[in-house]
């Protein structure tokens, strides 16, 4: 039986991470959560013996410290936009830091480490950067299987109480005056609950059978992105009219949009999104867990009546 006491969360601090340190909380199992803002991310110190440590997780002598006295590394680092256009974002995120972590755990012996990737990650043909640096730090993960302990999870887009999905359409459909132009509406996914992604992580924790796998993640059934934000509309109780953008106007909405503060769409959203997020094969079942449907959560926290959906629409607002 492997030992399991302290794992340290890289992105711990994230929607996913807040949920895996519970998880492994109730499984007896302390989380050491790296941060570069200590204040800005004190409420995940709700967690019961979770250490919050203020660190620069690119400086390598800083992970190495972090990791040690940790019988596991979970990386959960992931961006979805880069401040420039050239892919060094992408790549800094995604591919460097993943090499110090690899590096980082071969200088403190850990020899357990589970790495979150995403659906649609190709080294060699994803059409944009983050699908490309996504599948090559993928790629440098499951080479290390040869002295490492390593398990690599390939999510669709999460959902759950706090996502950045449901709750940034549902923000994104209330500020819109009655019409939504929608890029990309026939883009595919196949939405997974957050509770089966940390249940998934926390079950191959300790499971020799997962070691050098990687496993791909959905929820039980695939849906257009326009089914998706048509279904945020009515849950939110929002009349608005969604409008599918044809590929040329989705092209440019993504060309404006990514000069705007905050970049909230880009060039490399769409690039990505013209790939399927969806599973040939769901790998959910095979580690004893049962999908949940979106209908099972999202109406319990989109809904304007509900103090969840005020206190997700706060920190949409104050981009907590």
Not at 68 to 75: L, P
Not at 88 to 99: D, M, N, Q, Y
Not at 153 to 162: H, K
Not at 290 to 308: F, Q
Request: charge should be positive.
């Amino acid at each position: 039986m492997m030992r399991m006491q302290r794992v340290c969360i890289l992105g711990g601090s994230g929607f996913v991470g807040r949920h895996l340190a519970n998880r492994l909380h109730d499984r007896g199992i302390h989380s050491r959560v790296p941060t570069r803002h200590r204040e800005r991310t004190k409420q995940i110190l709700v967690v019961p013996g979770l250490d919050l440590v203020e660190a620069d997780i690119h400086d390598a002598g800083k992970l190495q410290e972090l990791f040690r006295e940790c019988d596991a590394v979970i990386n959960l680092v992931g961006i979805l936009n880069e401040r420039g256009f050239d892919g060094s974002g992408f790549h800094r995120a995604h591919v460097e830091l993943t090499e110090k972590v690899l590096d980082a755990c071969r200088h403190t012996g850990v020899q357990r480490l589970l790495h979150m990737s995403a659906l649609g990650a190709d080294a060699d043909n994803g059409p944009s950067y983050y699908q490309r640096t996504k599948g090559e730090a993928e790629r440098r993960v499951l080479a290390a299987a040869a002295d490492l302990n390593v398990t690599v999870f390939r999510p669709s887009v999460i959902f759950g109480p706090d996502d950045n999905f449901f709750n940034q359409f549902r923000l994104l459909l209330k500020l819109s005056p009655g019409v939504f132009p929608l890029p990309t509406p026939k883009a595919r996914f196949s939405p997974v609950y957050v509770g089966d992604v940390v249940e998934a992580f926390v079950r191959a924790l300790k499971d020799r059978e997962t070691f050098g796998k990687r496993y791909d993640l959905c929820g039980p059934q695939t849906y257009t992105l326009e089914d998706l934000v048509r279904y945020t509309a009515e849950q939110a109780g929002l009349r608005r009219t969604v409008w599918p953008a044809s590929d040329r106007l989705s092209r440019l909405q993504a060309r404006v949009l990514q000069r705007v503060p905050g970049k909230p769409y880009s060039m490399d959203n769409y690039l990505s999104a013209t790939v399927d997020n969806v599973c040939s094969v769901n790998h959910l079942p095979e580690l004893g867990i049962e999908p949940t449907a979106i209908e099972a959560v999202v109406p319990g926290y989109l809904s304007d009546k509900t103090e969840r959906a005020r206190y997700n629409q706060f920190r949409m607002t104050a981009r907590r």
